[in-house]
């Protein structure tokens, strides 16, 4: 039982020396070192590391209690396991800007100690019930704030390391990826519950340090607490036996359509834009695209995908039409009749010389006046449908997206693009074909990672998915099989085929249960074909929204203050005693 009896309350052991001094810093390694090695993209079956990698974190930090540590040491150990795995899992972001990947990595490991932090306040006001309670609350309403604030970086969302082990959690179509992270959670804490003896023989390790019976025998390194260990077991094996029966029943649903989707290999550290030294010219640049795309092209192809900045220069919205490039492109439909085109490009739109009638996201030029900057989804219906556009909205902070108060902080740093805000718009565009089975949510490279998004192209009437994309920025590392794998997280929410696009990264196809029917190899120039399912159901997911995500942000707001007050009762109790 958790109670103000349990070991947590006793008195502090003396100084640990030797081993036992260094104990918490191994387990925060091991902690970050499971988190790292169960996260995407190992191998699917060490996915089930996940569910058992906080625990470590939550003996360590039962330690440090049992030792009368400090909040703050128990926030430097914290960060210590935090740093340690997001510099293991995301320290590609360097390949990018060396200051920008430290960033990603220091920053994100220091919020997330907020939730932590309130884990162990909680814990310490509360009592052990309420804590370990409040920890999952905490988190995954951190979560939530994390994939809607101007800082928004959600690559480690804990519901997405089980992308590469998707067979598992294929009730995402009714939970959405935060699912995953109350799973992983409460597989974490109920293991963590049922070890009940802790029998460390090291020496000078404290009677408070131990989380053992009188009566253990000193012979026993652990002994297993029955009725939570039982518990434990039922978290883990249910919700994966509940997703296999989900996967093994479910059919791939809608009428069918034949798509293309192009890879052309430039590099944009050398050969994708102008002031790179060895830039290939744009007209040649389309000459490749167009190249590729007619090696997979048949009388019964409906769609081609190109991905996102595949036309680099930049299109103004008002004159789009009487571009040279994309007269070309008008000209090459018509020769390829029945087809139609989505390409990523570079978008202005002017509004004038009056700030009234901008945006809060334009820029000024004397020569232009007020303009935004979008990156953009174009679609082409054909030979003389007009053009529609989708403008990004999930935009990469630091690159795309700078707020207003860390503007003058960040100016100078550099993630792979230019910095500053782009434009961005507030409804999910979906392009409509001339088919009115096809029609496709086009999400644009770092969209892709958040599931709500996602669903809301479905909700919208989406039939499909696409995700167009330039990984080439982090060289060939996991970030681009990251989010690669990530993407078949989305197909499960949504019950979607996704055609993927990368310009050098991995492009290829996603069905409806998030498994990878065809891929290209990273580092070609390829295209690919394939026949889609045009789903038009939508699932739980789609229909209510991220329900785990804001129903945490209320319940924590309600622990926190129930801890305010419980913190304020106790210092009142002490000073009248």
Not at 15 to 37: D, Q, V
Not at 122 to 151: C, M, N
Not at 276 to 302: A, G, H, M, V
């Amino acid at each position: 039982m958790l109670t103000k009896s349990t070991p947590e309350t006793l008195a502090p052991a003396a100084p640990a020396t030797g081993l036992a001094y260094w104990l918490p810093s191994l387990l925060a390694l091991l902690g970050a070192a499971l988190l790292w090695l169960g996260w995407p993209v190992h191998p699917a079956p060490l996915a089930a590391l996940l569910l058992v990698a906080w625990v470590p974190y939550l003996r360590m930090e039962q330690l440090l209690v049992q030792r009368g540590a400090s909040g703050w040491k128990v926030f430097r150990y914290t960060y210590l396991l935090l740093v340690l795995w997001n510099a293991f899992t995301t320290w590609w972001v360097s390949f990018s800007t060396l200051g920008g990947g430290i960033a990603a990595v220091v920053l994100n490991a220091l919020l997330m100690c907020l939730p932590t932090m309130a884990f162990y306040h909680t814990k310490r006001l509360a009592g052990p019930r309420l804590g370990y309670i409040s920890l999952p609350i905490y988190w995954i309403a951190f979560e939530q704030l994390h994939l809607h604030w101007d800082l928004t970086w959600p690559w480690l969302t804990l519901g997405n390391g089980f992308a590469q082990a998707n067979q598992w959690v294929q009730w995402y179509e009714y939970t959405g990826f935060l699912g995953g992270s109350l799973w992983m959670w409460a597989a974490n804490i109920l293991v963590f519950l049922s070890i009940k003896n802790y029998k460390l023989k090291i020496k000078n390790y404290g009677a408070a340090d131990l989380v053992s019976q009188p009566t253990a025998s000193n012979r026993n390194f652990l002994i297993f607490n029955s009725s939570f260990l039982i518990a434990a077991g039922l978290a883990i094996l249910l919700p994966a036996a509940l997703s296999y029966w989900i996967g093994a029943t479910y059919q791939e649903k809608g009428k069918t359509a034949e798509v293309v989707v192009v890879q052309p290999n430039v590099d944009p550290f050398l050969e994708k834009f102008s002031s790179n030294p060895n830039f290939i010219p744009y007209d040649q640049q389309l000459s490749r695209l167009i190249t590729l795309t007619e090696q997979q092209l048949t009388p019964q192809t409906k769609l081609v995908l190109w991905p996102e900045t595949a036309l680099e220069e930049v299109y103004s919205e008002a004159t789009f039409e009487m571009n040279p490039k994309v007269m070309r492109l008008r000209q090459w439909l018509t020769a390829h009749p029945g087809v139609e085109l989505i390409t990523g490009i570079t978008s202005i739109r002017m509004y004038g010389p009056t700030k009234e009638t901008a945006t809060p996201t334009a820029r000024f030029r004397d020569d232009l006046g007020y303009y935004d900057i979008f990156n953009t989804a174009v679609h082409f219906p054909g030979t003389t449908g007009t053009a529609t556009f989708y403008h990004k909205s999930r935009l990469v902070p630091g690159v795309e997206k700078v707020p207003v108060v860390l503007t003058k902080l960040i100016a100078n740093i550099d993630l792979g693009g230019v910095v500053g805000s782009y434009g961005s718009q507030e409804e999910r565009t979906v392009f409509h074909t001339t088919d009115p089975s096809l029609r496709l949510g086009p999400s644009i490279c770092y969209e892709s990672v958040y599931g709500d998004f996602m669903a809301q192209y479905v909700k919208n009437g989406a039939t499909l998915l696409g995700i167009i994309t330039n990984d080439g920025w982090w060289s060939d590392s996991p970030g681009h099989l990251q989010h690669l794998q990530y993407a078949t997280l989305r197909s499960i929410e949504t019950r979607r085929d996704i055609a993927r696009s990368a310009n050098t990264g991995i492009s290829g196809f996603i069905n409806q249960k998030g498994e990878i029917t065809q891929q290209t190899n990273w580092w070609v120039q390829a295209a690919q074909r394939a026949t889609v399912h045009l789903n038009d159901e939508k699932t739980f997911y789609v229909q209510h929204g991220d329900l785990i995500g804001p129903t945490a942000q209320v319940l924590a707001v309600l622990l926190l203050g129930f801890v305010v007050v419980r913190a304020f009762t106790n210092r009142k109790t002490l000073l009248s005693s």
